[in-house]
């Protein structure tokens, strides 16, 4: 069985920073991309970043140059570094990793967490 465990929402004024957190566990042979995507009430789930297991990584518009995903292989963690924050970027914040177990190789989804930012 496969968990991944979202961290590090919360409310924030615009022009801030947060940093978001996915930690995948259980039985995990690899991971091959890793990535964040967001959802706003009313609109559907959008990707903002991924990021293979090479350390390739990809940027929707509306972020790059503010965003910045990273990985570590070793804890099987992908961070979402989130500055100079705007009002358009509220939103629950997904992490989906696609990942090989001894049975299967399979996307997986994280629970969601909140990221709200004032204006």
């Known amino acids: 069985q496969v968990q991944l465990v979202e961290s590090g929402g919360g409310l924030v004024q615009a022009g801030g920073s947060l940093r978001l957190s996915c930690a995948s566990s259980g039985s995990i042979l690899s991971i091959d991309s890793m990535g964040w995507y967001r959802q706003a009430p009313g609109k559907q789930r959008d990707l903002v970043a991924d990021?293979?297991?090479?350390?390739?990584?990809n940027y929707d518009d509306s972020v790059r140059g503010r965003f910045t995903i990273s990985r570590d292989n070793a804890k099987n963690t992908v961070y979402l570094q989130m500055n100079s924050l705007k009002p358009e970027d509220t939103a629950v914040y997904y992490c989906?990793?696609?990942?090989?177990?001894?049975?299967?190789?399979?996307?997986?989804w994280g629970q969601g967490t909140q990221v709200t930012v004032s204006s």
């Open positions: 989906s990793a696609r990942i090989v177990t001894p049975l299967r190789r399979l996307n997986y």
């Open positions: 990021v293979t297991s090479g350390g390739h990584t």
